[in-house]
Structure formats: C-alpha cells, structure tokens
C-alpha cells in the first residue's frame, strides 16, 4: 500500500511554536511586578485579542495545502478603576494568547490523528476550558464565537455561533471551512458551493487537491459511497461535484463528520447502516465495512493505513480508491481506467509539492496494471509502466517505498 507521508515533521514544528508561545506567556504572566492583578477583569466587546488562524498543512493523507496566515493584534481595553490598567492588560492579554494558543493546538492534535476523528477527553477538555475563558472574558470576540463552535464537534445546536464569527472575520478561512462542512450536515447545497467557490478562489483549497479529487471520483463504481478521512479530504470532492458536475451519482460520506447526530441521520435517510458506537475510529470504519457488505463501498486512499489494516483483505485498489467490490481482473480494470477514464493531472503537470506527494496515490493501481502486464506476459507495456511508476516514485520522492516492490 503507498500512502503519503503524513505532516508529522510540520505538527512536531507547530508544537513546539505553540509551546514556546507558552513559555513565553507564562513568564510574562508571572514577571508582572504588580500589587493586584485581575485577570478575570471585563473585556469590551469587540476588543479582544483576535485569534491568529492555524495553518492549514497537506498531510500525506489528506487533502490539505500548506498555508500560513497572520492577522494584525489588537489591544486588549479593560475597564477598570482600582487596578492599574497597564498591568491588567497585560496579564489579561497573555492570558488569553496562551489560552488561544492551548485551544489551537488542542484541536490541531484531534485534527491530525490517525486512528480516530474524534478529540481525546484531554483535549476536549483543553479546549472546553479555553471556551470557558472567552464565554466569562471576551463573550463577543472573534474567539469565544469560532472556538464555540469548533469545541461541539459539528453539533448543530451551535450553528449561531460559527455564523457569528463569519460576522467577525468575514475573510476568515478556516471559518469558511467549517461553514462548508456545516451547510453539507443540513443539505444546503448552494450555500455550500459558494463557500467551496471562495475556499478555491483564496488558495485554501488547492489546486492540485481539486485535480486529485477527480480522479477520486472517477475511481469509484456507479452509485458508490465514497469514505474520506478528514474534513479536508471532503472538500476537494465536494467541489468537483458542486461546481465541476463531477460523478454527482456518488455519495461521500466524511468520518470526520460522522461526529455529528445530525450527519448520522443524514447517512441513515440514503440507505446507509451505521455502528452504534459514537468514537469514530478505525474499529468504526471496519464495522461501517461489515454492516453494509450488501453495498458498493469506496475507500479514499488518502484514509491513514490504519484504518486499512483490519480490512485489508476485504478491500481492492480500484483506481485511487479501495473497494469491497472487486471485479475477477482487478488489474485489466485499473488498465481501463488508467488508460480511458482518469485524467491524471498530477503525474506529469503537478504544479507543487502537495501535487507530487499526491501523485503517489496512483502507485497501488499501477502495480496492479503492472501485474496483469506480467500475467499477460506483456514485456514492453511492463517496462512502459515501471518506468511511469519509477517517475512518480522520483517526483513524490517515494523511491525507498516503490523498491520494496517493484
């Protein structure tokens, strides 16, 4: 199986930024020479410090683009008469940094796993205590609205607060995500679009995810349900079918949504059996596999291969896919698709990084074609493929992986 190398190098560096974002609040915090200090002090609505937006960083599994992205900080205004107001807004600033700061990462740890979509209790915990702080400090920022939202996990319940910070930082992207993601639980196709449309138009749904997500789609049998990972995964098919018209028979349906009782009954209504466990990990996925055997099931292979490894031997590549339902020539229909389906945009026009590791994913199909090649005793299109899959192998630099097989 290839799967791209996961974004653990860029997480490890975010920790430690966020950690020394930590260190440093914690000794402003305590350096403060000061009589009284009031942290619990009130904020004026509006004023409080804005949350810089996480990055959005391409994990060999998902479908994600690097991209960083700094707002301008404002002042903390405290409103105060028996403290000394330079002190106050001080501690009152660095404490809400290092509680953002503790949030952010929180939920990028939950975001990035690899065998569950939903959050540990800790950093649920974590992250509903720094709700906590803005609720009783900065009730109408930018943060307290967005965190409130993101905390609930795609609870419904809690869509007021996510539109209220669209109000905020109306150029925000990372609210423009989780307004895509939410207007897909509700079935509003249209407003949905229209997010995907100005994710795309801004960078934070790239280019080359969205050439990739086609040939996603176009991997998959008439009628399939199509399984992805991360809310990233989703968005690059959800684009190509709003916008591109691409295979609107298929259905996809996102783990990391499965976390919504709202999402569950949406899957439910098309005719889709689910597990009554609400972890969403990968002993969930292989029960979704088993409960629904009597449908045509497609597995994004940028799913993390955990998942994959108590099915493997209830699955088959299928273009960029895994299916449940292999034909008796798995290879001759992989050449199929390779030769007269597929668009391949990313094996000889990928435009970035993120399109080449991408490209990798092609590697499965093409051992498979390789195969038949072998089987059909077909030396020249053998030595046609292996050259291909050496060239993607190079450009992913994925040459230690493809050895071992080729």
């Known amino acids: 199986m290839f799967c791209l190398v996961p974004r653990e190098k860029y997480a490890v560096?975010?920790?430690?930024?966020?950690?020394?974002?930590?260190?440093?609040?914690?000794?402003?915090?305590?350096?403060?020479?000061?009589?009284?200090?009031?942290?619990?002090?009130?904020?004026?609505?509006?004023?409080?410090?804005?949350?810089?937006?996480?990055?959005?960083?391409?994990?060999?599994?998902?479908?994600?683009?690097?991209?960083t992205r700094s707002e301008s900080k404002k002042k903390a205004v405290l409103k105060t008469e028996k403290v000394d107001e330079t002190s106050v807004a001080k501690d009152s600033k660095d404490m809400m940094l290092l509680k953002k700061s503790e949030f952010m990462l929180s939920s990028e740890e939950a975001r990035i796993q690899r065998t569950q979509r939903n959050p540990s209790d800790a950093r649920q915990s974590t992250m509903n205590d720094a709700v906590t702080y803005f609720e009783k400090n900065a009730p109408q920022s930018f943060e307290y609205n967005y965190f409130k939202y993101l905390s609930g996990n795609y609870d419904l319940a809690l869509r007021d607060y996510l539109i209220k910070a669209e109000k905020l930082r109306p150029d925000n992207s990372d609210v423009h995500v989780q307004l895509a993601a939410m207007y897909d639980i509700e079935g509003q196709d249209a407003l949905k679009k229209s997010y995907l449309i100005k994710l795309a138009s801004s960078g934070r749904l790239s280019q080359s995810?969205?050439?990739?997500?086609?040939?996603?789609?176009?991997?998959?049998?008439?009628?399939?349900?199509?399984?992805?990972?991360?809310?990233?995964?989703?968005?690059?098919l959800w684009y190509q079918q709003s916008v591109g018209s691409i295979r609107e028979d298929v259905k996809i349906l996102s783990l990391d949504l499965m976390q919504s009782s709202a999402y569950r009954k949406k899957m439910r209504a098309q005719g889709l059996k689910l597990p009554a466990s609400n972890l969403v990990d990968t002993k969930f996925l292989q029960e979704l596999i088993r409960i629904n055997s009597d449908k045509s099931i497609s597995l994004s292979l940028t799913i993390p291969k955990e998942y994959f490894s108590p099915i493997s031997d209830k699955i088959y590549v299928r273009g960029l896919v895994f299916t449940n339902r292999p034909t008796s020539n798995t290879g001759n229909e992989n050449l199929n698709l390779w030769n007269n389906t597929l668009r391949k945009h990313l094996i000889e026009e990928a435009i970035d990084d993120q399109g080449k590791q991408l490209s990798s994913n092609y590697l499965p199909m093409l051992l498979s074609v390789r195969n038949y090649y072998i089987e059909q005793n077909d030396v020249l299109n053998r030595e046609k493929i292996e050259k291909l899959m050496q060239h993607i192998a190079v450009q992913s630099k994925k040459q230690t992986a493809y050895s071992k097989v080729k």
Request: aromatic content about 4%.
């Open 209 to 236: 995810s969205i050439q990739y997500g086609e040939d996603v789609l176009l991997s998959c049998k008439s009628g399939d349900f199509l399984i992805a990972h991360a809310l990233e995964d989703a968005m690059a």
């Open 13 to 67: 560096m975010k920790a430690i930024l966020f950690i020394l974002i930590q260190i440093v609040v914690y000794t402003n915090l305590h350096a403060q020479v000061s009589g009284v200090t009031n942290t619990n002090a009130p904020v004026e609505e509006n004023k409080s410090v804005p949350a810089t937006a996480p990055a959005a960083e391409q994990e060999a599994v998902e479908l994600e683009e690097v991209q």
